[in-house]
């Protein structure tokens, strides 16, 4: 069964600092790992997929299989980032898809 | 304009009633879920579903119910066997279930208060 756990419910930043959102994951199989934001009064949208590697509004994400992590990375946090961050496991085999605890990440001016 | 619709928005109930949420889309897509969005307490999976006629409990199915007879709806009943009801729900639905490399897309939410 997959399993992700996002260690940080609150995160906290300056705008212009770095910023980190912890995954880690335990799946079975081959993975393919999932970023969703949720931006205020916005619906819950995929920001990126780490098969894709690719970047987004400066976010970037690596597997790690070694770490089983799969951490959300951006070096310049901007203050329209806030918002709840949901990390998700997926991949051939997984029969459903669940999410992290979140993260809500907070960019302070 | 494609895309995938819950209502309403804000649902108010009585103790004791039991209560349907919608989902609808018009994606084509195969896979449809159900969630409960709880602050400090991220997203729960309630019932999934992977194809049409077949649906599956998720973590916290309990006082929940759901049917499956159309592709397109994805119905999530709240029993009065629920016992806190109160929550965001939300829907989501991704073109294949069983293989989960696709992008889900997600209902703005139905808002549901117990009064």
């Known amino acids: 069964a997959q399993r992700v756990t996002q260690p940080e419910k609150l995160l906290s930043v300056f705008k212009g600092a770095p910023v980190e959102l912890k995954c880690n994951y335990s799946?079975?199989?081959?993975?393919?790992l999932f970023w969703y934001v949720q931006y205020s009064r916005q619906r819950l949208q995929l920001l990126l997929r780490?098969?894709s590697r690719e970047s987004i509004k400066g976010f970037t994400a690596d597997l790690n299989k070694g770490e089983t992590s799969f951490h959300l990375k951006k070096p310049f946090a901007q203050e329209e980032d806030s918002a709840m961050y949901y990390c998700?496991?997926?991949?051939?085999?997984?029969?459903?898809?669940?999410f992290g605890q979140g993260t809500r990440l907070t960019i302070n001016p | 304009d494609g895309g995938i619709t819950q209502s309403p928005k804000y649902l108010f109930r009585k103790e004791g009633q039991n209560v349907t949420l919608s989902c609808e889309q018009n994606?084509?897509?195969?896979?449809m879920y159900w969630y409960r969005q709880d602050p400090g307490q991220g997203l729960r999976l309630i019932y999934y579903?992977?194809?049409?006629?077949?649906?599956q409990k998720g973590d916290i199915a309990e006082g929940y119910s759901v049917s499956r007879e159309k592709k397109e709806s994805f119905p999530l009943t709240v029993t009065s066997a629920q016992k806190n009801p109160t929550a965001f729900y939300l829907c989501?639905?991704?073109?294949?279930?069983?293989?989960?490399?696709?992008?889900?897309?997600f209902g703005q939410g139905t808002r549901l208060t117990v009064v």
């Open positions: 989501a639905s991704s073109l294949q279930g069983g293989m989960m490399n696709t992008e889900a897309f």
């Open positions: 799946y079975s199989g081959s993975p393919e």
């Open positions: 780490h098969i």
């Open positions: 998700a496991p997926g991949g051939q085999g997984a029969q459903k898809l669940v």
């Open positions: 994606l084509n897509h195969d896979a």
């Open positions: 579903s992977q194809i049409v006629n077949d649906f």
